[in-house]
């Protein structure tokens, strides 16, 4: 009569191993933490699930690094540093014993390279899809974090790494794209957050582009009450992205799912940026300026206006 | 090509008025959190699935204060005090705005009742049931909150409120027990998180009940290395529970979903217990003990073992 649960054993074979200082060894109802003197803390949670924001065939260790990225790229949006996390799973029962152990070890490998630890969570059924939640918590000195809010006309926009890969990554196993070296697939499935950039005092906004980069500028033009042009030549794409052709640029701009910062920058912070961004070893580009006026406008080679469909994702 | 997507509108319109202090309008990647200074944080995220933690036609008002109160309910286990809140929403493409309405107009009531407010979170779409997680963060005084791991032989097994409710309500909604005045479909929608109880120094261990009695007052005698004998004639039972009759009876001690607090007290310590719940206005009842050796004991009003099939719920 006091055998523990089955889910008992499930949590103690692959999520204890995860669990960091504060988390009590999962074993009590809440987690324990003594926040950094002196900071303030930065707090996002998403989730994801299955046939929205992975498919059901990717492996399962990469689900779950990508599930703790993309949160670590809304700390690294806020240029805060990571302290810990928690994680919720609800999983079809029969769910093999051998997807949460691959999951978790997916887990263990970015927990190990970006120092961070799980601090509690919870572990149920579900009717439907596997759905997942991580809330990331970081910290940052007070007053210090980079907001959306806050681009003046003339900032020039730059961004982080490449352009459009995850978005032709899911195309690619979809089979929609060919996709000769995997290095597509690789960055649907493992994005990578820009974490490490001390952007207070140089960047005057910022945000991570998760939904489509036409779409995400919008939203630093609306909170700055101003306008965007982008020279779609300078976006920079992977080689894997320019090799797809013309047929594809489109979706680059708006595909989402890249988990680059996106950042406003006055010209006279671009030598800083650019000496930050060699430090780290994270590529930047200048690709438009804000302007007057509103709405965000890129332009072809010639200057005309590219016209799109729609500027990225919505859920709803 | 800036107009943003429509997940923001319903972001806006639903969510934004829960928003508090550091959540900075939910327009930023992260939320901002000064911790309270000389404190520890206590953290909890419970996840809720439609169909398995709630009934697809249970209103969806009380499906988001129930949401907020099961993890209310774990700080209220540590002795710990709320602070605020992230919430993730998995919700079908379709559902319908009034749906999203009255999920926040519940989450609203609770946050005024219980001084707590939205920090931040997610929406997504789903293909499958709807899906919901919170983050509850709280605070206590370092080293005061309560554990699970710490009874000793001797200690009394105390219980907040009444035992089973939940459980009944779950049937009663299932049509397979009456319930004439709703009361026990209520205690099922809406369970009341024991917060404010000062708990440091009067019990030695305690946990909140959300897997059936008998199972989690296993859970309390494993880390402690002990058994407990509960006099089942003393668990507290609301008049509907008891008015369901003995058929009913072992339901109420494995069924899950009381979301009272089971706590470990050294009996000198009970009358400073009993003056506790009295000013906070929470009945507490003695219904046991915890002996040398190990497992639950339930005994029935002539001394005999109560004989149970399962201990309560597990997920997998």
Known sequence: MTKPPAEFGLIARHFRPLAGEGSLGLLDD??????????????????????????PDDPPDTIGRKLLRVNLSDLAAMAAAPLAYLLTVSAPRGTPDRWFAAFATGLAVDQALFGISLLGGDTTSTPGPV???LTCIGHVAPGQALRRAGASVGDEIWVTGTIGDGALGLAALQERLPDPDGSLAVRYRLPQPRLGLALHGIASAGMDVSDGLVQDLGHLCRLAGLGARVEATRVPLSPAAAAAGPAWRKACLTGGDDYELLLAVPPCRAAALQRLAEAAGIAITRIGAFVPGEGVLILDEYGAPVVLDSPGWSHF
Chains 1, 2 share one sequence.
Request: no cysteine; hydrophobic share 50%; aromatic share 4%.
């Open 30 to 55: 809440a987690a324990l933490m003594t926040p950094p003197p002196g900071r303030q803390l930065v707090l996002t949670a998403d989730a994801m699930v299955e046939g929205v924001h992975f498919l």
């Open 131 to 133: 759905s997942l939640t």
